[in-house]
């Protein structure tokens, strides 16, 4: 079974029967076992009705609030609370793999984004409903405007298709819907205001996603890069933000838990009183 012994078992016969131990500086890996739990399911808030069919809406007894209950209680295993079995002396080698701490980061800003529900529902319902109407597609089309399909293991694709709903001409939108008679999934300024800080939040975040993604990316090289600009980025997000403070704020907390220890070794000031979560110090290196 992949345990954590037997794993170390076969990183040690392997780098012994290739004579590369003293060559290995670090080890990449996933944060957990079971990430695939983790992250599948890293929904942004209001996006939840996008990936239900309507014969499962007819059916099903989903409830998103009943869902993160059950989460809350302990039904999928905490993320920074997983122990791998590494000792002390081997987890000075192993390194985390970084997207998936910085979706971690993600995850938590999510998690206090109440805030943002109500026109991330909206957009959610929007996309889904130009999927289906083939009527609104082709007005889009004519306009050169298209709303790409949200993925649901992919928080950066749903990001994506909030961004380009934001971007169609809100008369234009407004009167789609209108003719469609869905005007209670109509955009008021809050709404839009909300929305463009929300992108305007997590732009990097996603950059960062996509390009550690890509195939021919050279990915250890954007680490440090893609943390100090999101850190410098939340600073001034929370400064000119008006409708989502909570959600930079949780943001700002998680990246400071998460690399702390990296920010300090630039001389970035961490408050003593944030928690310092397992990765603290994994990207500290001088």
């Known amino acids: 079974s992949h345990t954590g012994e037997n794993l ?5 016969r392997v780098s012994t029967s290739f004579s590369i131990g003293g060559k290995i500086v670090r080890l990449i890996t996933d944060n957990a076992s079971n990430n695939l739990s983790a992250f599948g399911e890293l929904v942004i808030p209001g996006f939840e009705s996008y990936f ?23 039904h999928r295993p905490n993320d920074d609370d997983i122990q791998n079995s590494f000792d002390k002396q081997e987890e000075l080698l192993r390194l985390p793999c970084f997207i998936h701490t910085l979706q971690l980061v993600v995850k938590d800003g999510l998690n206090e984004s109440e805030c943002i529900r109500s026109p991330l529902s909206k957009v959610a319902e929007i996309a889904k409903l130009s999927h289906k109407s ?13 709303i790409p399909d949200a993925i649901v293991t992919r928080w950066n694709s ?12 809100n008369t234009l939108l407004n009167d ?10 109509l955009l008021s300024t809050k709404d839009l205001a909300v929305l463009r800080e929300f992108i ?13 993604q890509a195939e ?3 990915s250890i090289s954007l680490v440090g890069p893609s943390i100090l600009a999101i850190y410098y980025d939340l600073e001034n997000e929370s400064r000119i933000c008006k409708h989502t403070k909570p959600l930079c704020h949780a943001l700002m907390t998680s990246l ?16 003593d009183h944030v928690k310092h979560r397992n990765t603290f110090n994994l990207f500290s290196d001088d």
């Open 176 to 185: 789609l819907l209108n003719e469609q008679k869905e005007t209670e999934l």
């Open 200 to 212: 305007s939040i997590f732009t990097l975040f996603a950059e960062a996603t996509t390009r550690t």
């Open 158 to 169: 749903q990001f994506l298709t909030v961004s380009k709903v934001v971007d169609i001409p």
């Open 256 to 271: 400071l838990a998460r690399f702390g220890g990296f920010l300090l070794n630039l001389e970035i000031p961490v408050d």
């Open 216 to 218: 021919q990316s050279i």
């Open 52 to 74: 239900i069919s309507e014969d499962d809406s007819e059916d099903s007894d989903y409830d998103p609030d009943e869902k993160n209950l059950k989460l809350s209680e302990g």
């Open 134 to 146: 083939i009527t609104i597609a082709e007005k889009l089309q004519n306009e050169k405007f298209s």
């Open 8 to 12: 170390f078992m076969e990183y040690d």
